[in-house]
């Protein structure tokens, strides 16, 4: 049986607002993996039920609970769509990865090594 080669191309660009598709958190995306790369352990602790694919982009979101809390978050592309969502995003570490333009998007600060 034939499998299908790992989708390694990201959906989704630095800077761009993105909406869980389950949970429907918002966030950022500030950072992508091509492929999962986290630890075993956080993957096993997803309910096998709505475990998503390794072999695919993962991201890491500056993101907000429907409630406003920050936090980051790092999900698989399956799981995100566009965020149409015209209201701000607030986390305390945008400003550090981001300028935010007049029509609130945002635009990745050159990094400072």
């Known amino acids: 049986m034939a499998h299908s080669p790992p989708n390694l191309t990201a959906k989704f660009d630095i800077g761009m607002p993105v909406r869980h598709r389950v949970y429907g958190f918002r966030g950022v995306v500030f950072d992508v993996d091509p492929e999962f790369d ?3 352990k956080w993957y096993e602790s997803i309910p096998e039920d709505v475990r998503p694919r390794k072999n695919q982009p ?10 406003k809390s920050p936090y980051i978050a790092y999900v698989s592309e399956q799981n995100l769509v566009p965020d149409e969502d015209t209201n ?3 986390h305390p570490a945008i400003a550090e990865y981001f300028d935010v333009r007049a029509d609130g998007s945002f635009v990745a600060r050159a990094k400072m090594n």
């Open 38 to 40: 986290n630890t075993e």
């Open 58 to 67: 993962f991201y890491h979101l500056l993101a907000e609970t429907p409630d």
């Open 88 to 90: 701000p995003i607030h």
